[in-house]
Each structure stands twice: as C-alpha cells, then as structure tokens.
C-alpha cells in the first residue's frame, strides 16, 4: 500500500478521515477515504500503481461488452449503442467541428473511437490492458497506445482528447492533465466524465455508494474539485452536462451493496430524486460530463 502525504488539488498535507468502503466487486478489502482541508476527498492508502492490477480481475472489468446473447446483454448492447451516439454528438457539438483529430483516453475495447472514427474522425486510444487494446486492434483497425508513452505524441496535435470514467483511476493525475494540456490544439477541447461524490445518490448510499468504487476508484471529485484542479492546470470549465441514466445504474448497484440484493424500486426511486434534486443546481448529478478548454 502506498500512503499520499500532499494533495493533489492544493498540495496541503492536512487530512481528515472520511468514510471507509468495502471493495465489494473484486477483494472485499476495506480502504479508506480522507478528505483533504481544500474538500478533495481520495482513496488514502491506496495499493500501489503496480499492485492496481489484481483489483480489476472480475468478470465485471472485463468489458460486458461482446457476447450478444440474453436479455439483459441485448438491452445492453442497445444502450450502449444509444449512448455512444450521444457522446458522438456530444463531440461535434463541444468540439465546433465535424471531424478532427481524437485521442480517447482509457479507451478500452475501442467502442467508442470507432463510432467517432466511423463518422468521419480520426482517432487514437491510450488503454492499460493489452486484452483490450488487442481487441480493439483486431475488431476495429484502431490504433491503442499502452499508458504513460506521452513523448510520442507531438504538441498541439488533439483537436479533442477524452476520458469517460477514467481519471477516478488514473494514479499520475496531474502528469496527465499536463500531457492533455500540450497535446491539444489552443482551440482543443477535452472531455472528462467523473463521477460525483457531492451529488444526493451519494449523501443518501454514504458508504455504500457504488462510485465510490475502492480501490480502483483513488480520486472522489466534486464539480468545484474538477474546476480547482483543472484550473491550476491551465484549462477552463466551461460547461457542466448530466449523464442521467448513471444515477439509476450506481443507486441499483448500491442497493445490492447496502442490502445483499438489488431492491429495484428503491433503486429507480433513489435515482429519479437524485436526478431531481440535481436539475435544480445543474451541477449536482451522479456523474457529469466537464466540457475544459486550455488556457493560453
Ligand atoms: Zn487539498
């Protein structure tokens, strides 16, 4: 285990405890959050990067992606069908291009670049797990990076880079947003999907809120997080967007960490207030889309 002494966001080294978790899905380890005196909350101590790998070995992490077979896998092939068109649309419209130059960071098995790839961009993917980043090669003709390779890439290159639920995971933080930072146009945009640990699903679960996700989950961002952070990085927030349907998966999976089994009513009860509850802030939901933009 590997112990933080400064944070990330303001560099104290003040913390206090927050809430432990239980690693429901992979060891049933306990880990424990703190917050920072900034509010920046983070999985303190954490396994080493090293070590990281053993708590992504369940069935779960390997992408529920390609077997087309049952009810509940055909449901899901739909919504994820439906939900890459909308973050396809979502590209074109942040971006203010129809095509361009896309890195998708943490890409996994490639859905996603090969949607954008098939309208018209031209995409490259960075991903930790050489099964994916085979798949995605084989599947779709992409061209998947291993991580922390960021020489190869030139300055200014990236009319867009992304990261949808992926820099909860990654451990070189700000060497990240640094590289995301050189590596786009000054007219570039960058795409970052978090979950959101100041929204009512999560007051409401505490310790049983699934997005806390220890230990693959090592940062616990707010809205005002990602905006203080980002901004000591050099980007600007620009817009913050809902991803609504997160809200009715993470309560489902809460439900079945708080009570053994998943209490579907409760779980579509807890997911509409939250989604409520958030429509009155617009900054307050489940998870959320931050559209950042570099600053000169
Ligand atoms: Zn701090």
Redesign the pocket.
């Known amino acids: 285990m590997e112990t933080l002494t400064n944070?990330p966001?303001?560099?104290?080294s003040s913390f206090t405890p927050f809430v432990e978790c239980t690693d429901y899905t992979v060891s049933k380890d306990k880990f424990k959050i703190v917050q920072?005196?900034?509010?920046?909350r983070f999985t303190n101590p954490r396994p080493e990067e090293a070590e990281a790998g053993k708590y992504y070995q369940s069935e779960d992490y390997i992408s529920h992606s390609n077997t087309k077979k049952g009810i509940v896998n055909s449901l899901y092939q739909v919504a994820r069908k439906f939900t890459l068109k909308r973050k396809l649309k979502l590209v074109t419209k942040v971006s203010g291009k129809q095509s361009g130059d896309l890195l998708d960071l943490g890409c996994g098995t490639g859905e996603f670049l090969n949607t954008c790839k098939e309208n018209g961009w031209n995409v490259q993917g960075i991903e930790p797990s050489p099964d994916a980043r085979a798949f995605a090669s084989k599947q779709y003709g992409l061209t998947v990076h291993e991580v922390n390779k960021w020489d190869q890439f030139n300055d200014k290159l990236f009319d867009v880079v992304s990261a949808w639920h992926v820099l909860e995971h990654v451990y070189q933080l700000e060497e990240t947003a640094k590289q995301v930072k050189r590596i786009l146009k000054p007219d570039g945009t960058f795409i970052v999907a978090l979950p959101n640990c100041s929204s009512a699903d999560a007051d409401f679960y505490k310790q049983f809120w699934a997005a806390y996700d220890v230990p693959r989950h090592i940062w616990h961002f707010t809205p005002a997080d990602v905006k203080r952070f980002f901004e000591k990085q050099g980007f600007l927030l620009k817009e913050v967007l809902p991803m609504s349907l997160d809200a009715y998966y993470i309560c489902m999976l809460s439900e079945k960490y708080k009570g053994g089994n998943i209490n579907y009513g409760r779980a579509a009860i807890h997911g509409w207030a939250s989604n409520s509850q958030a429509a009155k802030t617009g900054t307050t939901f489940s998870s959320q889309i931050y559209i950042l933009k570099p600053v000169a």
Not at 9 to 12: E, G, L, M, T
Not at 36 to 40: E, I, L, P, V
């Open positions: 944070c966001v303001c560099n104290s920072c005196t900034c509010g920046f």
